[in-house]
Each structure stands twice: as C-alpha cells, then as structure tokens.
C-alpha cells in the first residue's frame, strides 16, 4: 500500500517545497541566485558578526528552514529528502552570510552532513572563509552517555540552533560564539518514541515496519533503530520513561531551570503531545525543577511519522539569556 | 485496526490536555476556577473592551486554544472532541472577559454549537450581560453560495477571529467589533481536501472509510461528506481544482490583496503544504492578485486526518489593518 501524499513528481517535492517556502515567506527568506538550495535570512547577516549556517536532509520541516532569520541561523543548506546536502549550497551559504569574522556550521551528527560540510568547509579555506563547526548530539537513546560524540542531533536542534543563533546575534567573537554553541548543544537531551514510519516522495512506501499495537523508544528521526520494540503504552508510561532517562543523564539540581520542547514526529496531534507536556510538568515538579519556556508541536518532524520526542535544556544564566533573546524566521517567533 | 494515540484513558483526554497546555503556557492562559473547560487570556480583557469569546470542540488544535492572547481571542469555550461545549464553559468565558461594553460570541457554523451557545447568551442576559453573535462560514464546499448561513465554518476562522479580535483590542464599540467580525467572514473562504480519516480517542476507530487511492474533496472537519470523491491527483491539479472555487467565490480584481492559509487536517507534512502553497502564488500571480501574508502549517487541524484546505481572506484597507495588527497568543504570535 503506497502512502498518498499530495505531491507532484517525487523527484521534484523538495525544489517545489522550496518554490514554496519563498512564494510563502519573501520578507524572511531567499536563495542565493543559480542556487535554490541555499536559503539566506534577509535579516540578520552582517559585518562583523559571525555568520550561522546549519542544513541537513529535508524532511524535518520546519527543521531547518524554519530557522533561518534575524537572531537565529543566517542561512540553511537543503538536502534531499532525508539525505545530506552536497558541498555547493553550503559554500554558497557560507558565501552569502560571511561578515568576515567566521562562520559557524552547526548541523546533526550524521555520517553524510558531517563529510560534505567538512568538504565545503575545507573548499571556503581557499576562498579564505574560516569555518568552524558544532555538531549537535542531543539523542541521548543513539548512543551511550560515554560516547556523546557519536550521538545523533535530533528535535534538540531547535534550542542548540536558538542558543548560537543568540549569540551570534548579540555579536559573540567567533571564540566565544563556538564554546556557546558548545555549551548548549552539552546541555540538552531529548528522547523519542515512534509509533509509526513515514514515506518518502519517490517511493511512496514506509520507511520500516511496526506492528499495529507496537512502539519503538528512541528511534531516530530517519527511522534509525531505537533502543527497545514493545506494545504501546499509555501516554503516562511512556513519558515516564523518556524522562526518566533525560532526568538520568541531566543530573540537575533542584531548583535549576529547563527549557521543555514536547515535538511531534509529524502526524501526532497536539491533543497528544500537551497530554505528555502534562506528564512531563509533573515529572519536573517532582525533581524540583522549573520550567522556564516550553515550546510544544512540530518542530523537527520526519514527513508523517507517528511519534513524539522530549527535550530538555538545562539551562544557565547565559543559556537562559540566549534563548529568550528575539529572534523573527518566517516559521518561529520569539 | 486501532489507531494508536499517546494518550491516557480517552475519556480523561481533553481535560488531560488542557491540564498540559497550562502548564506549557501559564504566562498565556489560564482556566476559571472550577471550570477547567473555560480558558482565558492573561492579558487581553479589560474594562471598555469588547470582549471576544470563541469556541467548538477539541480535536482541532491549535483552534480554538491558541488563539486566545492579547490581540486575538479572550477566551476560548471547550467542547469533547468534535463536540460542542456546553452552557456553562461558555458562561464562564464571558463573565471572565466582560468588559462592560459587550461580548462577542464567534465560532463555526455548527448546530451543537449554535444551541449551546445561544443558551449561555440567553442566560447571560439575565446577568446584564450583552451578547452578539458571529457565526463563521468560510467553507464554500459546504453550502451553495446562495446559502451562505448554512456553510460550516473552517479554518478561515484563523484570518476572521484575528480581524475580529485586533477591532475589539482597538476598542472598537460593540456595533462597530460586531461589524468587522462580520465583514471578516464575509470576505474570507476556504476548501479542503481529506486523503484520511482520524480516530477520536474514545474508540480509536476511523471517523470515515476512504479508499487507498482516493481523496475527497470539500470534506470538512470532523469528516463531513464533501463534493467529490475520486483518485487522487497531483498537488497542482488538486491546488487548482480547490483554487478555481475559491477564485469564482472571492470574486476579486486584479491588484486585489489576499491573506493566504494553507493549512494542515493533521498528518500532511510542511512539505506537502509548501508544494501546494508553490501552486496557490502561481494561481495567484495569474490572477493578478497580491499576496499580502501568507501561514502555511497546522492551524486547523482534524487530529491526525491526512489532507489540506486553502484559505483566502479578500483583503481591504480595513482588514489588512486588523489582520496586521500585533498579537500575542501561546501558540501564534504577529
């Protein structure tokens, strides 16, 4: 049984998405000319500050696209669906928002991303563009916690893209822009469960199979295996469990702060997902801590996936002043 | 087969809800003691301001929730889903938010609900309290267009209940808030399409059978029959087949301005809307018609039905000012 999507060619989904987004959003955004792939905040690049560029696969909308503007990324690299982008686009990003004090590349940690990134970013050596790079590693199921590096960046993104976004807004040498964006990827964890795949445009079919009662804890957000398969269980039970692994790896103090991100994978409803936020506020009043600011719905999706993810920052003075710094991309405001 | 939700027991999942969104936005919103289905702005109601109360049934969040803030709704009512709420939430609601010059009561088109409501006003009376009431009607596929009255109204409440609640948050008089809530509908249309159906928590069973090639067109938000039922064809033919209607109906001129909503019923992903968005800017520009914002995303949702309608607001000076005016709401900010 194929997906039905309303889509014209697949091979066309993302150029056409992309025609889209700029037909939607002319006053946030455009594309580097001869170059539809590079999307440039209209707002926000400039001299002197160290310019952002994140990117990766689509698929993720409103990851990353959505968080190209003043006081986030300057600009983002699109890949085909769930697939890197090449070298180019990410040049031509860093091109069109270096302010001639560094740029900084900031990006989830996959195999595909980290190769072509890198590749671009020894390219703009020779146009004498310094590049540096932070990748995000906020799945805390993708790997164990003595290995952070080779976690994944998944719906954490949002707060780590905001944090440095922030700091480069607020006009943080290329230093010190690094070790904040360092710093907030450190701080957060997040934790999903799926409990359907999607499908991608060209082959119309489900990415992996699950049965019809079953969940996957920890699955990625291109269906990367997750870290146990069971019947699905209620929307307390699970909660609990991805909290108490975030809670586990955050060993906060009682009284510290959080920013709390409750997403959705793509098609679970905000019933669903303000039902875990309830959860997870109760969890949180439990261990003492508070909530600073909570964002909850589709932020870092996988097409139509059925699921969920939770993030937790734990936050600092400076983490806390970096995320409730403004900032205006055409898909979140603050 | 049970579609698989992340919920508690159904019945407890609206309230479970609210619970969580309170907890998520307490700077935002908050409920009327011992009546946890009435939700008010923090900020928003005062004294000489009309007072805006909207409504319907849960399942298509963020309507009605998140557009109660400073700027847009005061208070918002809450039915079960797909059910109007009854009397006493919508009581609660507008005694909350009385400024003393009037209460506006605006929500779609729906017999539960024009009942229920119109009981609360009745009651209201007795109390000295004013009520006028704005019914919403933008889904053309609902009704001919000789029968405006009986159309349904969708996600053009989006665009109407921010024209409506900018005049009330810039004091206009009740005769004159009445009046651009009224101008609002008239001038705002929309039609969708439905690949899916969804499950209401209760029974987790599909609201309606389509088949696995089929797209309905005109369908409406808890799984009202639509015009036409059929194979499903790309994007472009099914933007244009949704645009050629709301063209004929909008009745517009060349030059004329339009806010533009493409919007999700719950699991079509962005990608899916911006490729559909691409195609409503081209139909557009061949119209000659000016797009003066545009919001792609879920903004009406059918908990997690697969489809998309198109919203257009005709506008003109006045509701470009309304529509442009700030707001500040948990879940959509201008």
Redesign the interface.
Known sequence: ??T?????AGAD??D??????L???PEHLYAVDSMPRAIIARNGPRKGKVGLVIGGG??H??TFLGYVGKGLADAAAIGN?FASPPPDPIMACAMAVDGGVGVLFMYGNYAGDVMNFDMAAEMLALDDIAVRTVLTTDDVASAPADQQDRRRGVAGNVFIFKAAGAACDLLYSFDEAERAARHANARTYTMG?A??PCSL?QTLKPNFQIG??E?EIGMGIHGEPGVARGP?K???V?TDELMDNLLREMKAERGDRVA?L?NSL????????????????ARLDGAGLV?HT?L???YC?S??M???SITLMHLDDELQRLIDHPCDCA?F?R
């Open positions: 049984m194929k039905k999507k309303l889509i014209n989904a993302v056409e998405m992309l025609q889209g987004v037909a939607a959003h689509s698929g909308e409103p669906v469960v409990l359907s445009p019809e009662e969940m699905l209620t929307a307390d699970v709390v409750v793509g098609s679970t409803p905000m019933m669903e997902l303000y039902i875990m936020m309830r959860r997870v506020k909530i909570s909850v719905g589709n999706t097409l139509e059925a699921g969920a898909m405001r």
